[in-house]
Every structure is written in C-alpha cells, then in structure tokens.
C-alpha cells in the first residue's frame, strides 16, 4: 500500500443514480479493506431499500440532512454526524428537501466503487447530473454482481 493524498476534487467522478459520486480510496487501494467516496446527492433523493451482503457502509455527514431508515431504526443526521448501517440489514435514507447532502461513504471491505462503476457512467462535470430515468433491471443486475439486494422503493 502506497501513501497519498486526494485533494478537494480530486479522484474519479461519476454519475451515479441522479448523484455525485467521487472515489478517493479503493480497493485495490486499500488492499481491499476500505472503499471512501465523497457523494453528493440532491435535495430529496432516497435510494431504494437494500442490503448488502458484506458491506457496512459508513456516512460522515459534511453537509445538508438526511432521514436514514436501518431494519426498525429511523433517526436524523446532519452536518458532523456519523451514521453506520450494518451489513445484512435493509437500509435507505431520504436527502432533506432543502439542500443537497455531502458525505463521505467508508465500505468495508471494499467494493461499492465497482458497483457505482457499474450502474453509473463517467461524470462530463464535477456537478449533480441532469435528472435521468434508472433503467431498474440494469440497476438491480448490478447491484447482484456485487452483493446487494434490492429490495423496493424507498420509503415516502
């Protein structure tokens, strides 16, 4: 494992289900211990309901709100609160109305930079996406090869 630094701005960027997804540490980084992307997503986005299979995925909120739904658990987070949602169980979240929400996403181990590669596309610009439709059958096959189960809509 090599030492580096990923300034603001700096890793791969894509377009990920209507949001902004920018890889700072890998996998192979990482030896695949840890995947860290920074999101942004826009004002009222919820992915659907899922799991993963190995996953605990990890939010460092750095700005905006968000509503995170885990098994029985609903609670509120904003700007400095960690929120952790364990492999294994279902989750989502839904992005206050007012803002777009910033966090960095921690995975461990590693691997949802290859499921974000694989539903999204290469961002043009550093901003969010022009909304688009999500084809569901794409998205879910995806969402399979790396170990995460759909699960429905997110909550209203």
Known sequence: MEAYVRRDGD???????????????????????????????????????????????????????????????????GRGDFVLLPAGVPHTFVVGADRPLRTLQLTVPAGFEGFAAAAGTPAAERRLPDPQPVDPAALAQAAARHGIELLGPPPV
């Open 11 to 77: 890793g791969e960027a894509l377009w990920f289900l209507g949001s902004l997804v920018t890889v700072k540490a890998t996998g192979r980084e990482t030896h695949g211990r840890l995947t860290v992307v920074e999101f942004v997503n826009p004002p009222g986005f919820a992915p659907p309901v899922h799991r993963h299979a190995d996953e605990d995925e990890m939010f460092y909120v750095l700005d905006g709100t968000a509503r995170y739904h885990c098994g029985e658990q609903v609670f509120e987070a």
